[in-house]
């Protein structure tokens, strides 16, 4: 067997990860101190939603036996909420990436996260992300935020992050028409890892509206689901080679034709209100982290490592500041 294939699964830590996570929570702070000087600082990323819904996440029975693992072990029907929002937009009528945050409740197990039991699983609107590693991420949020020269330069210099930049961002019609990818890699149960797709269901397809207003993604998701439940697929893909279908490089995809779209269970979004009294501010005040996990679902890679740190350094940073209004 080539070493490729033994050497799934596998982590590669750099010394100065520690150093480099604790930069990033250093920056983030300081970046949305400049972006909201007072009162409450919404997240970093992802900070605008269009609406969180109910829904159930439903692992059917009849699974085969190597994918019965974690949360997919048992036929089972999860309580879930689910938060739709844009990366960095300010309006809809910005192209954006759009994001799928998904919390089951009630989860029973060994948790990564003490007294948590939940399941959350992160998704983006693309399958890469523009950096490979949280040294890069860093690297691209700096320059970002510097804007102009600085910015222009960075792309300039770092190709694949500009060429990840064009293609993720779209004026998407609804996010209940579109797919998600974890863009990260996860332990399924021992010596394998996967990668997290939600494909939509439902055969509805809403045509662009004209003109784009700055709230369609949100009246979208609010119409359809006045007027119809929603669905997707929740299917994995497995780790098949270290080298193409790598842990810790983030702008890499897992292509189908390497590793196989396989589905472990569905998500059922029932009719409802996405405005109803007090859904906004559960909306902005759950905080997804994808370390609320079992540990057969641990996150792997060097962005999902940091992210165990940056998520509840800034959840709790948000929360101090709301304290304080």
Known sequence: MPSSERDLAQETIAPDERAVTAEFVDFLKAASLRR???????????????GCVEAEFIVEDGLDARLRVG???????????????????????????????????????????????????????????????????????????????????????????????????????????????????YLFGTGRAVKYIARPTSSRRSPLPNPLTDTYLHDRLGQHLRESEAGFDVLIQFQTDSRRTPIEDATVEWREEESPYVRVARIQIPKQDIDAAGRDAACEQIAFNPWHSLADHRPLGSLNRARREIYDAMAQFRASRVARV
């Open 71 to 185: 949360v997919f072990a048992q036929p089972r029907r999860y309580r879930a909420w689910i938060r739709f929002a844009s990366a960095t937009s300010s309006s809809d009528r910005e192209k954006d990436v759009r994001g799928m945050s998904i919390a089951l409740h009630d989860v029973g197990g060994d948790n990564l996260t003490s007294g948590s039991g939940r399941q959350d699983f992160v998704l983006n609107s693309h399958p890469v992300m523009m950096a490979p590693n949280t040294r890069q991420f860093l690297d691209l949020l700096r320059a970002a935020d510097a804007g102009g020269a600085r910015r222009a330069l960075f792309f300039l210099t770092h190709p694949t992050a500009a060429r990840v930049a064009f293609a993720s961002r779209h004026n998407h019609t609804s996010h209940l028409e579109i797919p998600y990818w974890s863009t990260t890699p």
């Open 36 to 50: 909201t000087p007072t009162g409450p600082v919404r997240r970093f990323n992802q900070g605008r939603h269009s």
